[in-house]
């Protein structure tokens, strides 16, 4: 969700003059895919934090999530001009995978990591955009463990 923002944004600014020298992405999918989280895979994800890792209620976050995934749904990404900034993506050199979950539960964008038409999560796909992709640890949702 973050990496779809700070692209929107970055055309906004550039739609008012204030074009970003680039956009670093981490593990942030393409909006021009599927890239919604199932409520399964959310429930799931809920249910390993640690309690005392959040002092934010789980229904709130939870709430959060079902949130974005409507907004992710609805966003049509609209390049203005022929502006799209440099982009770096780090991304997750290894698939999320869960033995609780089927597969129905978890995005392709989550799972594969070797698939030709998932080489920068989509963005190679998006009109004027330069991807520079560089590999980082673990899976999507190891991106700021500690492990790493």
Known sequence: ?????AYEMSLQLAS??????????IDSPCPNRDIT?????????????PANETKIAPSIIQRQFTLSSALLQAYVPHPIGNVCPPMILLKS??????????????PSW???????????????????????????????????????
Request: with cysteine; net charge negative.
């Open 1 to 5: 969700f973050g990496g779809i923002v």
């Open 16 to 25: 008012y003059g204030h074009s970003p020298k680039g956009l670093v992405l």
């Open 93 to 106: 050199a290894t698939g999320f995978t869960c033995a609780a979950l089927t597969k129905k539960d978890i």
């Open 37 to 49: 989280l199932s409520e399964t895979l959310v429930t799931y994800l809920m249910s390993r934090l």
């Open 110 to 148: 989550l799972t594969e990591r070797y698939s030709s038409d998932i080489g920068a999560l989509g963005w190679e796909l998006m009109p004027h955009c330069k991807v520079e992709v560089h590999m980082i640890p673990g899976h999507h949702f190891e991106a700021f463990d500690s492990l790493y």
